[in-house]
């Protein structure tokens, strides 16, 4: 009997965990776009009367495009994933849950996602404006890498999916991948070199894309 009652707890206590992370992971999705887009325009905007939204910027290319398309999907999934756990539709794969890290590496992602943000101060943007130009950040977490934002995106975004590792959230952090890239590489990185020239060049040749030393650009 105490054999067939530890199974039975062990099958009641699975789910009930699975209902718990999904939950935790739903709300972290909720409340990282609220901090990281919301709080930030807000404080954008009340620092300089502009919100630092640069929306359509998006219909200038086929890669911007193609980028704001793959973040939108990628926000939509990861979304999706913990809703349809706890919906019972979609179920996660617990081979890869893990709770404790993915938590972890959610919240290292979100503070430091806020943390270089800020540190871009009016510079900040959410989009490209080829016509405009900002003050190019090098200093703070820009000594380090190139792109901090989008690092401590990945960060999070790959967090939450150790939380709920389901078919909708694992493609979703593919889609933020490769959305990511295609933002980076083919319109960023670009515009940048247009605006800011050897300045631009120089950092580049020394600070690495997302991590520090690696992809760094060829001296020009």
């Known amino acids: 009997m105490q054999i067939i009652s530890s199974k039975s707890d062990r099958s009641t206590v699975a789910p009930l965990r ?49 980028g704001g398309l793959l973040f939108v999907l990628a926000l939509g999934l990861g979304l999706a994933g913990p809703v349809l756990e706890l919906l019972e539709v979609l179920g996660a794969c617990e081979a890869l849950r893990a709770p404790a890290l993915g938590t972890l590496l959610a919240l290292a992602g979100i503070a430091g996602t806020l943390h270089a943000q800020l540190e871009m101060g009016s510079s900040w943007r959410v989009g490209v404006d080829p016509s405009e130009r900002t003050v190019l950040r090098s200093d703070g977490p820009f000594r380090w890498v190139r792109n901090p934002i989008f690092s401590w ?27 990511i890239e295609l933002q980076v590489r083919l319109v960023e990185e670009p515009y940048l070199l247009r605006t800011h020239g050897a300045a631009y060049a120089d950092w580049a040749a020394r600070t690495g894309r997302f991590l520090p030393g690696v992809g760094r650009l060829s001296p020009r």
């Open 18 to 66: 699975g209902i718990l992370v999904a939950r935790l992971t739903l709300v972290l999705y909720l409340v990282y776009p609220a901090l990281a887009f919301g709080l930030r325009g807000w404080l954008q905007w009340r620092r300089t009367g502009d919100a630092g939204f640069r929306f359509g910027a998006f219909a200038a290319s086929p890669a911007e495009r193609a």
């Open 153 to 179: 995106m990945i960060l999070a975004a790959s967090g939450l999916a150790l939380l709920v590792p389901n078919a909708a959230s694992l493609v979703g952090l593919a889609a933020l991948l490769v959305g």
